[in-house]
């Protein structure tokens, strides 16, 4: 019915045009002066399926909707033509979702990323960089240990005059201490180089004891003649002060004699050179 609407213009001019040419064939020929009337009905049918050839074609643009002129011109093609043509569009229509998702997402139903995105294929191109960890703290370096101190212990003794007060005078006796000690033994530290002599002289003068001395060319080295203001010779011809390290009495000066770590150095007052304080060997 759709195909008759759209094509009933031509329908009624062919129409038209089967009844002229019925109506002239059963009427003949005519005077050949003359035209036959029925040529003149004939003429005028044409011209009016002419009219509503135009009236036809204008329903036809005007039924076909905008943009689709293509269409409208092909407005003479069959039925089953046009019925395959729209079917075919309806399914192509159908079709066109199904293949949008298969070509826009992946088996698994994901969306495949987009290659024209820059921001994804920045995304993807970038390696992951893992930080780097911090560096352990290091221990502060522990600081080397000072060198202990070298040492040596010193003493001054008298107590020989204890048992000679005979020998000496009254004077000398009021000098001697009650124990014998002028300088009880006593841990100093040592300085480089310092000798004997050095030694003594250091720790007298820091305990505020009187000491007095002279440079003898026979020992080439300081020789002591007083201590606390006990002279040699008070106690008799043999009697003065001499020194041992660590139990031993030296055969030459005290200012000759280098100090090492743990020295144990004592003074003594002798009367007897040296054989009443266990320093016989001295000559």
Not at 28 to 37: I, N, R, V
Not at 246 to 271: F, H, K, L, M
Request: proline share 8%.
């Amino acid at each position: 019915m759709t195909w008759i609407r759209k094509n009933k213009w031509w329908l009624a001019g062919g129409l038209a045009v089967i009844v002229l040419l019925a109506a002239a064939f059963f009427a003949g020929g005519s005077p050949s002066g003359e035209k036959p009337a029925a040529d003149d009905a004939l003429d005028q049918s044409a011209q009016t399926d002419g009219t509503a050839d135009d009236a036809a074609e204008t329903q036809v643009q005007a039924d076909i909707p905008a943009g689709k002129e293509d269409g409208g011109k092909q407005g003479n093609a069959l039925p089953e033509e046009n019925d395959a043509a729209e079917n075919s569009a309806e399914q192509t229509a159908d079709q066109k979702p199904a293949q949008t998702g298969s070509s826009g997402e992946s088996g698994s139903g994901e969306k495949a990323p987009d290659a024209s995105d820059p921001q994804q294929g920045s995304a993807q191109e970038k390696p992951d960089v893992q930080p780097e960890p911090d560096p352990e703290p290091q221990p502060d370096p522990e600081p080397e240990p000072e060198p202990e101190p070298r040492t040596c212990t010193i003493s001054v003794s008298c107590a020989t005059l204890l048992n000679n007060l005979d020998k000496i005078s009254s004077g000398v006796q009021s000098l001697v201490p009650g124990d014998g000690w002028v300088l009880a033994p006593v841990e100093v530290e040592l300085q480089d180089g310092e000798t004997i002599f050095d030694v003594l002289q250091r720790v007298l003068r820091e305990k505020g004891i009187h000491m007095e001395y002279s440079n003898s060319p026979i020992y080439s080295s300081a020789y002591i003649e007083g201590i606390a203001n006990i002279y040699e010779f008070d106690a008799g011809e043999l009697s003065g002060w001499m020194y041992s390290v660590n139990g031993v009495y030296p055969q030459y000066g005290c200012s000759r004699t280098a100090v090492e770590d743990g020295d144990v150095i004592c003074w003594r007052y002798t009367c007897d050179l040296g054989a009443d304080i266990g320093g016989s060997n001295f000559s």
